[in-house]
């Protein structure tokens, strides 16, 4: 463990080499190492990941190079993605996930196009008259001669609770001979009763992307602006994880793996659902 | 703009030893067009420099504005947030200029740091490609009066175009690659 410690240490510092004086011989400000480190953007998570760029994040490997993917490197780099701060990962587990993706009979790597990975964008928009949040989740999608990111799902509070239909005796109903008079009750059903979501079906899931949009058209919902950032991935086998941003003193900061799941039967749906809130 | 002609030939005789016509990027001819976009970006930071010190005159911080403007596609935006705020405020560039000229310090210096990052290309739906380069800067105001002395670090994600454009020359249509700056967000840090 303690040999371990060293190693991460001795590759941080080797980073940090850089530092030193004030100003460099351009005349621009000497990094201390801190930015060098910080994983600056999700691209270079990406790249660090997958051991494709050098240490100090100047060279790019791409496949011709001896460097590209090397085990060690991936090695080191993966143990500086974790956030080692805040998030609390049980040192166990991040050693179990780094040995996975780095196995030499199956090693896995991340691609950007390859899908199982979404972004979450917490937002805010005028609602009512008043700022409230908005969660979007994007994805990447192949379109015309490149790729675009799309809104796939929304989570908004008034939407939400805007829909709760009621379950067993308290569930009003449309009864089976309704038809015999021309289904003259759903005046009842659907002016009088606050809850007409009563009268769907049971597999009735409310989509709130279209009512999302439609509030943007009809101009009851106005972007103001966009307050954080994550990223959930699915793409290692029997894996979940987080990826957030850090902006804080220090080396461990930029883009870091925030949460860490290694997941079972099942508990792919339980975390997806978790994440668009759903009950 | 003499000097980005000059790059963009060198870009072209860069590129031109892969295959012109193909519209995927070779590791060589993105080595090309990071070191043009660096420039641009290069030439922006000496921009801002020169609009935020307080030496510069009102005519001449124009001029510069008028400048730095022409690094930037249409419609570009800087996107702000501080460490006490995650919320982004937007400012069209030209506006982002103007604020940063009126500050109301009696010394201002902008200094950049010697790292910068520069991700992959991304090809877009229009097939033009996309990226983005990471800068960080120190700022530096006093107000002698006020008794104010404000310092941040800022890092900037400046989104780059990549586009395959042509021109003639000597009667001759040549292709290459140009790069126009994009949105920026400015994030404050806490270093």
């Known amino acids: 463990m303690r040999i371990k410690i060293i190693i991460i240490l001795l590759f941080i510092t080797s980073i940090h080499s850089v530092s030193g004086q004030v100003l460099s011989s351009s005349g621009r400000l000497m990094d201390d190492g801190r930015f060098a480190a910080s994983t600056k953007q999700v691209n270079q998570f990406f790249r660090r990941f997958n051991a494709e760029e050098s240490k100090e994040g100047d060279v790019r490997y791409y496949s011709d190079n001896e460097n590209y993917r090397n085990r060690e490197l991936r090695k080191s780099f993966i143990n500086i993605l974790f956030d080692n701060e805040t998030s609390d990962i049980p040192v166990e587990l991040k050693r179990e996930f780094l040995n996975t993706v780095i196995s030499e009979s199956y090693p896995q790597f991340l691609n950007f196009h390859g899908g199982e990975w979404f972004a979450e964008a917490n937002t805010v928009f005028s609602y009512g008259g008043k700022s409230q949040e908005v969660t979007l989740f994007l994805k990447l999608q192949p379109e015309g001669l490149g790729y675009e990111w799309v809104i796939e799902n929304v989570n908004f509070e008034p939407f939400r609770i805007a829909f709760d239909k009621p379950e067993g005796d308290q569930k009003k109903f449309l009864h089976p001979l309704s038809h015999e008079l021309g289904f003259m009750n759903l005046r009842k059903a659907i002016q009088d009763d606050p809850k007409p979501e009563s009268y769907t079906p049971k597999d009735f899931d409310p989509d709130y992307l279209t009512l999302f949009i439609f509030e943007i058209k009809k101009g009851n919902l106005k972007f103001e602006t966009v307050k954080e950032v994550k990223y959930h991935f699915f793409q290692i086998d029997k894996w979940y994880f987080e990826l957030s941003q850090f902006n804080r003193p220090g080396f461990n900061t930029g883009w870091l793996i925030s949460n860490l799941v290694k997941l079972g039967d099942g508990d792919r749906d339980v975390i997806m659902n978790f994440i668009y809130g759903r009950k | ?191």
């Open chain 2, 1 to 191: 703009m003499k000097k980005y002609i000059l790059s963009l030939l060198i870009l072209f005789s860069a590129t031109s030893m892969v295959a012109l016509a193909q519209d995927n990027i070779s590791p060589a001819r993105k080595q090309a067009i990071d070191s043009l976009a660096l420039e641009k970006v290069k030439d922006l930071s000496k921009y801002i420099s020169i609009i935020g010190s307080k030496e510069t005159q009102f005519s001449e911080a124009t001029r510069v504005m008028d400048r730095a403007e022409e690094l930037f596609a249409p419609d570009a935006e800087m996107g702000v947030s501080s460490i006490n705020n995650s919320e982004i405020a937007y400012y069209k560039i030209r506006r982002y200029f103007e604020r940063l000229m009126a500050l109301n310090y009696d010394r201002v210096n902008i200094s950049w740091y010697d790292i910068h990052y520069i991700s992959d290309l991304e090809r877009q739906p229009d097939g033009r490609y996309v990226g983005v380069i990471t800068v960080y800067q120190r700022f530096e105001g006093t107000s002698q009066e006020a008794g104010l002395n404000y310092r941040d670090t800022t890092k900037k994600d400046i989104t780059i175009y990549v586009e395959k454009k042509q021109t003639q020359i000597a009667g001759r249509t040549i292709e290459f690659w140009d790069v126009m700056l994009g949105d920026v967000r400015v994030t404050e840090t806490s270093a």
